[in-house]
């Protein structure tokens, strides 16, 4: 079945640390993008991705990197510069034209 | 700011009740509109979509939404909730409609609607 795998579903990161978290699809879509949930705030992007090689800073950049080196793969790197991290990732991907596909999350815990 | 605003952050419904939440975005020109579901402890689901024609949208589980443009507005609906529809509902907006490369969503805050049963 085609869809959207985000691991790990939990991870939990001491302060200073920087942590990778994975989102692969087999979708064939060509554009991906990274979320942050938090309650009462909705989903507020951090990153996209319109084609390999390529992303742009959504509204909530700072702290995070990430990378697009196939078009199956899109990592989220939270690293240390990120001030509040604790929160639910959500990895989505869509096709030109199309609505999201959404995987399932991660829940960052600093702890 | 261009934003998509959902002002009920949480609603609370008997069974059998009629719903309506609302969806309001400040987006000149074309949009393509969405409304997400997310039941408890599972990802987000789309519940329907609107790009163009008839402004009444059907979608799952017997929800309708409707695009009134002179009111910058994408109200969800359903006539009879069901204790199964408790979840968290979003309202979704691409700004970019004519943009093929740019599929990119602003998502309102949401909203937590609890069906008692």
């Known amino acids: 079945d085609g869809g959207i795998t985000q691991s790990p579903k939990y991870l939990f990161r001491k302060e200073g640390q920087n942590v990778t978290l994975s989102c692969e699809q087999n979708l064939n879509h060509d554009a991906m993008y990274w979320y942050r949930q938090d309650p009462g705030q909705g989903l507020r992007l951090i990153y996209y991705s319109q084609i390999v090689n390529d992303f742009q800073k959504g509204d909530i950049a700072e702290g995070y990197s990430v990378s697009r080196e196939k078009k199956e793969s899109f990592p989220l790197t939270v690293t240390s510069a990120q001030k509040n991290p604790t929160a639910f990732y959500l990895c989505?991907?869509?096709?030109?034209?199309?609505?999201?596909?959404f995987g399932s999350g991660t829940r960052l815990t600093v702890v | 700011a261009q934003s998509v605003s959902q002002h009920n952050h949480h609603v609370i419904l008997s069974e059998a009740a009629s719903l309506e939440l609302g969806c309001n975005y400040s987006y000149g020109g074309t949009v393509n509109l969405f409304w997400y579901v997310q039941y408890p402890g599972q990802h987000l689901q789309l519940l329907l979509k609107y790009f163009s024609g008839d402004p009444l949208v059907k979608g799952i589980k017997g929800f309708e939404a409707e695009f009134i443009k002179s009111k910058f507005s994408f109200n969800l609906r359903k006539p009879s909730v069901q204790w199964s529809d408790t979840a968290e509902y979003f309202c979704?907006?691409?700004?970019?409609?004519?943009?093929?490369?740019?599929?990119?969503?602003?998502f309102g805050g949401g909203t937590r609607l609890m069906v008692k049963p």
């Open positions: 989505a991907s869509s096709p030109r034209g199309g609505g999201y596909t």
């Open positions: 979704a907006v691409n700004p970019n409609a004519y943009d093929n490369a740019g599929n990119m969503l602003t």
